[in-house]
């Protein structure tokens, strides 16, 4: 046995093969021949609601809303000729034991990673002259709610509010504070906000906290910070640790989750957007997917050559296995790489082919130091942490590796154990007997 393996990882994956196992026993013994049938019948319907859920994207008007209804009856469809044959209890104690094999194999696994934290280091010495930027907008208003500026300035820090009618340059304000001796850099606010002046932080090397008081706070959900209560994310400047972290650069611009490219971009940069997300995106994504609408990209993730993708997205480190959207979580920042995900969705068969997972034909799910991105217009849009940027072409995409120091709370609520894909290779390998640990030899006396 590795020194990895361990006496409850084995038991976990040999219970993962029994449960497995015991699925299909009663699938057998109680539906018999049946049993094909019925399993033929659950993947032709989550193919079909999958062509269906593109076609509802794909179209507009009445083909959009045939295609809902198809995608809505499909599963009915399966329970009610389960149901006519007297298998749904079968199918469903079968599926609950599928479920509990994947839980058990996923645990087996997980105990299997033993570098997924992030180190912290020490925050010292103490910052003398922290400096905050708080938009009192941002996250409906949470800056306000939480009484972040008089609870900043009581631990010490100078804090400017972003507001007025007038732009303001927070890129220019966050040098001046530095010009002026600001040895600490914050932002409450949006993710876009967050990265411009994390960069001015990085570059200076100088520490940089985050609070979260925006919408949706991807950067400090990885970072594990308190969501619920962004005046929590203060006690970085009382008693805090740092995290050494990387910083995503695209066209010399930093950013802190994620830069896309095509479909998603292409809708964000709708004037519409900000007003009527939902209604926007289901208008806009007809002639995007139909080709009628939208640069031809081309992309080369360091050697490797990605044609044409409707939808691409660039990560500063890869999210979660399975994540292709930039919504789930990454359990490190810093390991110096980006996460790519190229999508390419041109039918109703390649979409019924996403169900190959991350082996999917129109999928590609890598990692890159570099990436390439051309296209036949001079100019594209990208969605640069949430925030659509026109960006000359071509684009280049990398990484700095431990770029920003950023400070946390040490109470915080951190980051849960990231999920492992089921490898049936390696559950196999743990389920095996135990092997003795080689000893070395040691040279006669």
Known sequence: MDKLSTSSQRWLARLSFVLAGLAIVILVVFAGLKSLAMLAVAVAAAIVGLAAAYVFLA??????????????????????????????????????????????????????????????????????????????????????????????????AEVFLLGGSQHVDVAAVARKAVAEGADLLGVAGGDGTQALVAGIAAEHGIPFVVISAGTRNHFALDLGLDREDPSACLGALSDGVELRVDLGVINGQTFVNNASFGAYAEVVETPAYRDDKLKTTLNTLPDLLQGHRGARLHVRADGTQIEAPQALLVANNPYGTGDLAGLGRRARLDRGILGVVGVTVDSARQAAGLLGGRHAAGLKVLTAEQIEITAGEQQIPVGVDGESILMSTPVTCTISAGALCVWVPRDRPGIPRPKSPVNWARLRHLAGPARPQAHPIQAPR
């Open 59 to 156: 179209r507009r008007g009445v083909w959009r809303w045939l295609a809902l209804a198809v995608f809505v009856l499909a599963p009915i469809a399966v329970i009610v000729v389960y149901a006519f044959r007297h298998l749904l209890w079968v199918a469903i104690v079968s599926a609950a034991l599928w479920l509990l094999a994947s839980i058990a194999a996923r645990q087996a696994l997980t105990r299997d990673q033993t570098d997924w934290r992030m180190p912290e280091y020490p925050a010292q010495p103490p910052a003398r002259h922290p400096y905050l930027i708080m938009n009192p907008k941002s996250g409906g208003g949470k800056v306000g709610k939480f009484d972040l500026k008089r609870k900043a300035e009581a631990l010490g």
